[in-house]
C-alpha cells in the first residue's frame, strides 16, 4: 500500500494525491441530511460547497440524484444509477445560501437550505 501510495504522489504531484486521499469531496463536512432510503452529506472548503447522496444499504444498483442550488442561480443536479452513491457535485457558493436536495429509489429529501 505505501507503494501505491508514493506511485500516486510522485505521478500526480502533492496537491492532487492529497485530494485523492481525502475523499470525492474536499473541505470539511458541515452537514448531514438524513431520509428514508438514505443521506446527504454536504462540504465546504475554498468557496464551494460539494455534496453526495449515499444509499442506505448501497450493493443494489437503483436511481439515485443529488441537487444543489446556489441562491440566485440555477440547480445543478447528477442524476443516475448508481450502488453507492450519486456525486460528487460541487457548486461555487461562498457566501450564498445553498439548496440541498437528494434521492435514493423511492425515498428523497425535502429541499434544505444550508449557510442562511
Known amino acids: 500500500m505505501t507503494l ?3 506511485l500516486l ?3 500526480v504531484g502533492p496537491a492532487t494525491a492529497q485530494a485523492a486521499a481525502a475523499g470525492p ?3 470539511h ?3 448531514t441530511f438524513t431520509f428514508s432510503t438514505g443521506r446527504v452529506t454536504v462540504f465546504k472548503g475554498a468557496g464551494f ?3 453526495l447522496t449515499y444509499a442506505e444499504n448501497p450493493g443494489r444498483a437503483r436511481k439515485m440524484s443529488v441537487t444543489l442550488q446556489a441562491r440566485g442561480h440555477r440547480a445543478v443536479t447528477r442524476s443516475g444509477t448508481f450502488r453507492k452513491y450519486a456525486g460528487p457535485l460541487s ?3 461562498a457566501h450564498r445560501c445553498v ?3 437528494g434521492s435514493v429509489g423511492g425515498g428523497s429529501l ?3 437550505w444550508i449557510q442562511c
Open 25 to 27: 469531496c474536499q473541505g
Open 49 to 51: 460547497v460539494c455534496a
Open 99 to 101: 439548496k440541498v436536495t
Open 91 to 93: 457548486v461555487r457558493a
Open 4 to 6: 501505491a501510495a508514493a
Open 110 to 112: 425535502k429541499p434544505r
Open 9 to 11: 504522489f510522485a505521478l
Open 29 to 31: 463536512k458541515i452537514k
